[in-house]
Nanobody, 125 residues
Framework: QVQLVESGGGLVQAGGSLRLSCAASGRTFSSYAMGWFRQAPGKEREFVARINGRNPITYYADSVKGRFAISRDDAKNTVYLQMNNLKPEDTALYYC??????????????????WGQGTQVTVSS
């Protein structure tokens, strides 16, 4: 069982930056792939970024490439999402998720096994 707790959300002006953190419980954090998803009001939850474990290959949604960066610190059981040049359309509830099937390009909501409660990001224009 893995428990995930997100933090770092808030209100920021367009063009600003935020760094989200996701702290995970459990001894096997390094073996999980970790992902960030987001859900805006009235919309489906969508993939944002993924980082595999042990061999930390990263994947990004086209809408955030070049602006967001996912990273992980296995010693701290934490995954991060650095968000730069934020836009109003980035406004959403951001979720951290863990995928036991490490490796591969797994970008769908249903492919992740554990989820956090989410942290709100609001970008004003």
């Amino acid at each position: 069982q893995v428990q995930l707790v997100e933090s770092g959300g808030g209100l920021v002006q367009a063009g600003g930056s935020l760094r989200l953190s996701c702290a995970a419980s459990g001894r096997t954090f390094s073996s999980y792939a970790m992902g960030w998803f987001r859900q805006a009001p009235g919309k489906e939850r969508e993939f944002v970024a993924r980082i595999n474990g042990r061999n930390p290959i990263t994947y990004y949604a086209d809408s955030v490439k070049g602006r967001f960066a996912i990273s992980r610190d296995d010693a701290k059981n934490t995954v991060y999402l650095q968000m730069n040049n934020l836009k109003p359309e980035d406004t959403a509830l951001y979720y951290c998720a863990a995928d036991q099937a490490n490796g591969g390009t797994r970008l769908k909501v249903g492919q992740y096994d554990y989820w956090g409660q989410g942290t709100q990001v609001t970008v004003s224009s």
